[in-house]
């Protein structure tokens, strides 16, 4: 759990630092989560358990805060996408930490949040999750 915290708290740190600088990741997700070092070490459990848990935050397909939010933006993972930036209405810095929340259920559990394909499973899969109706227009 030490290494998970660890992991996740560097994850933050990592999406502030764009944040403070007015650059959104776009696709965060743990595939861009490089460790520095691939050192690791099986527990009699069968549990990994890093050697060293420095990471950094990977691929950045960022933009700047000003760009136009217009457009729906695809070249992110569909299942850390956040609904905002799917539908194309007004996505911004608050959409990374989306992708954040989806990331760290991952790390966690070792599951995908919303595992879809596309765009609508994924709003099925949310309505189920929040047991609520998403109006989609």
């Not at 070092?37 to 890093?50: D, E, F, N």
Request: glycine letters at 6%; aromatic letters at 10%; a neutral charge.
């Amino acid at each position: 759990m030490n290494q998970v915290k660890s992991i996740n708290c560097q994850i933050l740190k990592a999406a502030s630092f764009l944040h403070c600088r007015g650059l959104i990741h776009h696709d965060i997700k743990p595939s861009n989560v490089a460790f520095l070092s691939g050192a690791y070490q099986m527990t009699s459990q069968g549990k990994i358990v890093m050697k060293n848990t420095e990471i950094r935050l990977i691929d950045l397909g960022s933009c700047t805060e000003t760009e136009p939010r217009g457009r729906i933006v695809t070249a992110t993972t569909v299942q850390y996408r956040s609904p905002e930036m799917s539908f194309g209405t007004n996505w911004c810095i608050q959409s990374d930490m989306w992708s954040v929340g989806c990331t760290f259920f991952e790390i966690y559990t070792g599951f995908i949040l919303f595992q879809c394909s596309n765009e609508l499973e994924k709003y099925y899969m949310i309505e189920s999750v929040l047991q609520t109706k998403i109006p989609v227009e």
